[in-house]
């Protein structure tokens, strides 16, 4: 099944991605004498006109501190930071507005699940599961939590086409498996993790699950109550949206039992030095300023993405990859990496006879902008036993004629060779 059929469309009808690029005055520039074609989305996506015109109004018209509204400006600013969350709380379907956590990003969002709910569960001969797709941020916080703990930090294992091993993952299955981490969509190969598949599994055993959307929400819609999921988290600026931003969405029991992550204002009830109460949800996770620009940002993001039918949006970007897997398949030299059934957004390649990073930059000469390197994803790499990867990443605003730049830049990166 691919990114179109799962979420039920398979032609792209009328979404016509040309005009979508005028939202993006970004994408309207030469670089190194070329027009610029940017395929680095995984990394971070373009921001339309919506999203920052959504931010320089809050700077320029009402900018405030919330929740402590002595006055007109800051009641304003509350008021759109608060729709926001409710914004964020439809876009994945919470049962609840107070169930959306601000954070920075994914990177927060896993840290603080990690350390809130993790140093309150999990105890030593603890096992904590996540596949060896993962981003670092999916990783590092739940090694740091089982060193602490003396639990242990087991890989799922995954298939030399980038899928994670089912039946392994089955196996690992036990009663000292409290909590799974998983990425929704691998960043540096695109797989589509059966998510839904591998949490209900996961529930058999009454395990936890945390799934880190960060490249999944900007390609095809995410309902955390039909995934039955206990923790989502994602990043406002791969969703067209500012950076800083992100959410964490939980259980409202789990996060009603779980304690602070961070102390400082905001996040209290009462404070005094014989002891301090904590707020209610969300506010007893987010103590300080947040990161108010963010938020209406991000808000902004989600009301331009939802401007489209999101299924015409993933097969427009379906077409794009299957497009690219033509033309591929077609360059000598070439070899795909990641050849999973499910793919969203991701094309990652190595060029026989060089280094990612010497065609990363011979492609930046001619306009063309992609990552390059292990995408922060080193287990990965390791277990495909090879030093990282092209990635060229899709997003909304990219056409077939960038895929055409794209091979046409190739070709020329083959005459240095
Ligand atoms: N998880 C995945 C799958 C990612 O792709 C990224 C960003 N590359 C992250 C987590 C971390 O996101 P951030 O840096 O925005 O916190």
Not at 63 to 79: C, E, I, M, Q
Request: hydrophobic content about 40%.
């Amino acid at each position: 099944m691919n990114v179109a059929e799962q979420v039920g469309q398979s032609t792209v009808k009328t979404f016509d991605a040309k005009k979508v690029r005028q939202d993006f005055p970004i994408l309207d520039q030469n670089v190194n004498g070329q027009p610029l074609v940017y395929l680095d989305n995984a990394a971070t996506t373009q921001k339309p006109n919506a999203v920052i015109d959504a931010i320089s109004d809050y700077y320029r018209g009402y900018n405030s501190n919330v929740h402590r509204g002595a006055h007109s400006l800051s009641d304003k600013a509350t008021a759109v930071f608060e729709a926001a969350r409710e914004t964020v709380a439809t876009f994945v379907n919470s049962p609840k507005k107070e169930q959306i956590i601000w954070t920075r990003g994914t990177t927060e969002a896993v840290n603080l699940v990690a350390h809130s709910w993790g140093r309150a569960n999990i105890a030593a001969g603890d096992k904590i599961l996540v596949s060896t797709l993962e981003h670092h941020s999916n990783i590092v916080p739940w090694q740091m939590l089982a060193q602490d703990k003396g639990a242990s930090l087991i890989p799922i294992p995954v298939s030399e086409k980038g899928e994670i091993d089912l039946q392994a993952f089955a196996a690992l299955l036990d009663s000292r498996v409290k909590i799974v981490s998983i990425g929704h969509v691998s960043n540096a190969l695109g797989t589509i993790n059966p998510v839904k598949d591998i949490i209900a599994e996961a529930k058999k055993i009454g395990a936890k699950v945390f799934v880190d959307g960060a490249q999944a929400v900007a390609h095809f819609p995410v309902d955390v109550q039909s995934l039955n999921c206990d923790f989502y988290g994602f990043s406002g600026h791969k969703l067209f949206g500012p950076t800083g931003i992100g959410v964490l969405w939980g259980r409202e029991e789990l996060l009603n039992e779980m304690p602070p992550y961070h102390g400082g204002g905001e996040m209290i009830e009462t404070c005094s030095f014989a002891g301090t109460t904590y707020n209610q949800l969300p506010y007893k996770f987010e103590a300080g300023t947040p990161d108010i620009a963010g938020a209406i940002g991000l808000a902004a993001a989600i009301q331009y993405l939802q401007c489209f039918d999101r299924d015409e949006v993933s097969a427009h970007e379906h077409d794009l990859l299957e497009y690219c897997h033509q033309r591929a398949a077609t360059c000598e030299g070439l070899k795909r990496v990641g050849e999973a059934k499910n793919i969203a957004g991701v094309f990652s390649f190595l060029l026989e006879g060089a280094h990612p990073s010497d065609v990363g930059m011979l492609l930046d000469q001619q306009g063309v902008a992609v990552r390059t390197g292990h995408h922060c994803a080193q287990p990965l790499m390791d277990a495909l036993h090879i030093p990282g990867t092209v990635r060229a990443s899709f997003s909304i605003y990219n056409t077939r004629d960038d895929v055409d730049r794209l091979f046409a830049a190739l070709e020329k990166v083959k005459q240095f060779l």
